[in-house]
Nanobody, 120 residues
């Protein structure tokens, strides 16, 4: 059973930081691309960041570049998203998912999501 569980969300003030975790079971994160996505009320789901298989190459959406950092800890079978300089526009439910590569279009094994709220 391939499964992902997101955690680490919460309420922060503008300019604050959070670290999200995506813990995998039933597979090893080194064998799949792992993507972070977010969805805000009334908006379509948006790609935030992705880390590719084995070589660890990374990609960021325009809104995340320069503020967010994705990383993988193979020993813990977990992918992280470090989020700095958070803005109210970052408020959303954040999800992780798998595909064969970061340019894929068949993302699956979606987690349940973790809520991020940025407000003063």
């Amino acid at each position: 059973q391939v499964q992902l569980v997101e955690s680490g969300g919460g309420l922060v003030q503008p300019g604050g930081s959070l670290r999200l975790s995506c813990e995998a079971s039933g597979f090893t994160v080194d064998d799949y691309a792992i993507g972070w996505f977010r969805q805000a009320p009334g908006k379509e789901r948006e790609g935030v960041s992705c880390i590719n298989i084995r070589d660890g190459s990374v990609y960021y959406g325009d809104s995340a570049k320069g503020r967010f950092t994705i990383s993988r800890d193979s020993a813990k079978n977990t992918v992280y998203l470090q989020m700095d300089s958070l803005e109210p526009e970052d408020t959303a439910v954040y999800y992780c998912a798998t595909d064969t590569h970061c340019s894929g279009y068949k993302w699956n094994s979606w987690g349940q999501g973790t809520q991020v709220t940025v407000s003063s």
